[in-house]
């Protein structure tokens, strides 16, 4: 992986898999993606990850579990009170709200280290369509890459070696292979 600022990410996945390819350039890792697999229509808790080309917008780290990543894309510490809405009713759907929040959300600070490093994905992002879905994230896998809720996984390695090459620019495109 050479150095770049626009770094286009491709994600092949077949038809209604849970799993696929994250392509950089000529580096291949495994990922993750929701139980539905690509989905044409994102809907807000179907389980699919959208069928989209998504800019990656800003990386959440969690700061008493990684250091900081060297990207060129803006890195923020998380901290225990911030959570995202994926509540279609409130005005702060698909956004970073901090705890307490009346409205349904997930935590940002969690246990499982999927967001230790979370990318937010531009999916539903500038105007936010209520039901559209929300909190589309790049972020870490699981090590069996079970599942996600929609958003794409890779592992600890595969995520720092990407957001090396990563700046304002960069884009993931996820596609289906038969």
Same mark, same amino acid.
């Given at each position: 992986m050479s150095e770049g600022h626009h770094m286009q990410l491709k994600v092949?996945?077949? !038809? *209604? +898999? %849970?799993? @696929?390819? /994250? *392509?950089?350039r000529d580096t291949q890792f495994d990922c993750a993606l929701g139980p539905a697999g690509l989905v044409r229509r994102k !809907? +807000?808790?179907?389980? @699919?990850? %959208? &069928?989209?080309?998504?800019? &990656?917008?800003?990386?959440?780290?969690r700061p008493d579990h990684v250091e900081r990543p060297q990207t060129r894309l803006r890195t923020i510490p998380l901290l225990p009170n911030m959570g995202w809405c994926d509540d279609p009713s409130s005005p702060a759907y698909n956004r970073l709200v901090h705890l307490p929040f009346d409205g349904s959300h997930e935590k940002m600070w969690r246990d499982d280290h999927a967001y230790d490093i979370c990318v937010v994905l531009g999916w539903n992002y500038d105007k936010p369509r209520? @039901?559209?879905? *929300?909190? /589309?994230?790049f972020h870490l896998a699981k090590e069996n890459y079970s599942p996600t809720e929609g958003c794409i996984a890779v592992s600890l390695d595969a995520m720092l070696g990407i957001? !090396?090459?990563?700046?304002? @620019? *960069? +884009?993931i495109h996820t596609l289906i292979v038969h």
């Open positions: 092949t996945a077949r !038809k *209604s +898999e %849970p799993r @696929g390819i /994250i *392509s950089v !809907k +807000e808790g179907d389980g @699919g990850t %959208p &069928l989209a080309t998504m800019p &990656l917008l800003q990386v959440y780290f209520p @039901g559209e879905g *929300s909190a /589309i994230f957001l !090396k090459h990563c700046g304002t @620019g *960069s +884009e």
